[in-house]
């Protein structure tokens, strides 16, 4: 497309795909729970069919590379578990020697930021993540923090180092861009995982995964069954969880 603002490292073909395969299994499952076997057993045909293509076109089982190896490639494909089970962990790291490499510097955007945050905790890389979203150089999150930001940019260059607002033009100054990382925040920081089984929030794990670099959080969710909070704070190195 002639429009928009393409990925420079993570093909949009490879989204795209990733998707239609993701979307093969939505309907799958949506067919099961609707007694609807014929329909079930054609988008799980389908989605298989896609996995294959995707696995054969752009995936090295040999260096864990998805495409072009960049951190929005390897999360959305660890998100979407098209890759084989035994290849996950090498491909997770290729995701998280990605970020480090570009000095937690990110290249997702819009569609990979959420699933890169998850991914690194899934495969045991929360120390990366914490330093990814506490770092405050020049392009981050905590770089708009300093500049007094309230709400997250949907660039990162919305105001610049020295104060002044890109020549780019006014965007806006409270995105689902680079916010979805809030989601993160719930599901790994404050550790709020609602199950699979119990739709609606009727049932969750609550299981944080603390860092001494955020001293302290205070969660609250208001859900349709009823409200959770999660607070959990350091005193004195040691770690209270309410």
Known sequence: SDEGAPSAVTPGVVMSTGYSYYNCKLLSDFARRTGRSEA?????????????????????????KVATGSMGCQAFALWLGILPAECEEKAARVM??????????????????????DMLCKYGYEDDAYQMITREEYPSFGFMLQQEATTIWERWNSVLPDGSISDTGMNSMNHYSYGAVMEWMYRYMC??????DAPGFKKVTIKPQPDERMPWINCRYDSAVGTYKVNWAYEEKALRLQ
């Open 191 to 196: 550790g709020l995982q609602p199950l699979e």
């Open 96 to 117: 998280r020697d990605d970020l480090v490499n570009r000095d937690y510097k990110i290249t997702t955007g819009n569609l990979t930021t959420r699933y890169m945050m």
């Open 40 to 64: 079930e057993a054609k988008y799980t045909e389908k989605a298989e069919y896609v996995r294959k293509a995707f696995l054969d076109k752009w995936f090295d089982p040999e260096t864990g």
